[in-house]
């Protein structure tokens, strides 16, 4: 799915004109307080949307201008999916991927 810059402009801007609902905010954030913390629940919300159901579960967090990934994949492709979500989030122009990937266990080779 292509999304236009007018469309992400005007997605950006109701994150800016009114804080997210509840239904919104991933199930661990309780409160926005800046605008980059919105952009952390963009992400985070972005990153739900995903057919992938691991990257349901990645946190993403503001930290000095840059966005944070943190969390645990199976596949070093599911870390660069998440990392190419969170990049079409408008607003977000750093990102810090600091997912893991998890080990394959020895029996699985």
Not at 13 to 40: F, I, N
């Amino acid at each position: 799915m292509h999304t236009t810059l007018g469309e992400k402009n005007s997605l950006f801007r109701s994150w800016e004109a009114t804080p997210p609902s509840q239904e919104q905010m991933p199930p661990h954030k309780t409160m926005v307080s800046s605008l980059g913390d919105m952009l952390a629940v963009a992400a985070e919300s972005r990153l739900l949307q995903s057919p992938y159901s691991e990257l349901h579960q990645v946190t993403c967090e503001w930290v000095q201008g840059v966005v944070v990934l943190r969390g645990r994949v199976s596949r070093y492709y599911l870390k660069q999916v998440a990392q190419t979500i969170v990049s079409q989030v408008v607003g977000v122009d750093d990102i810090d991927n600091q997912l893991k990937i998890l080990p394959i266990p020895i029996y699985a080779r």
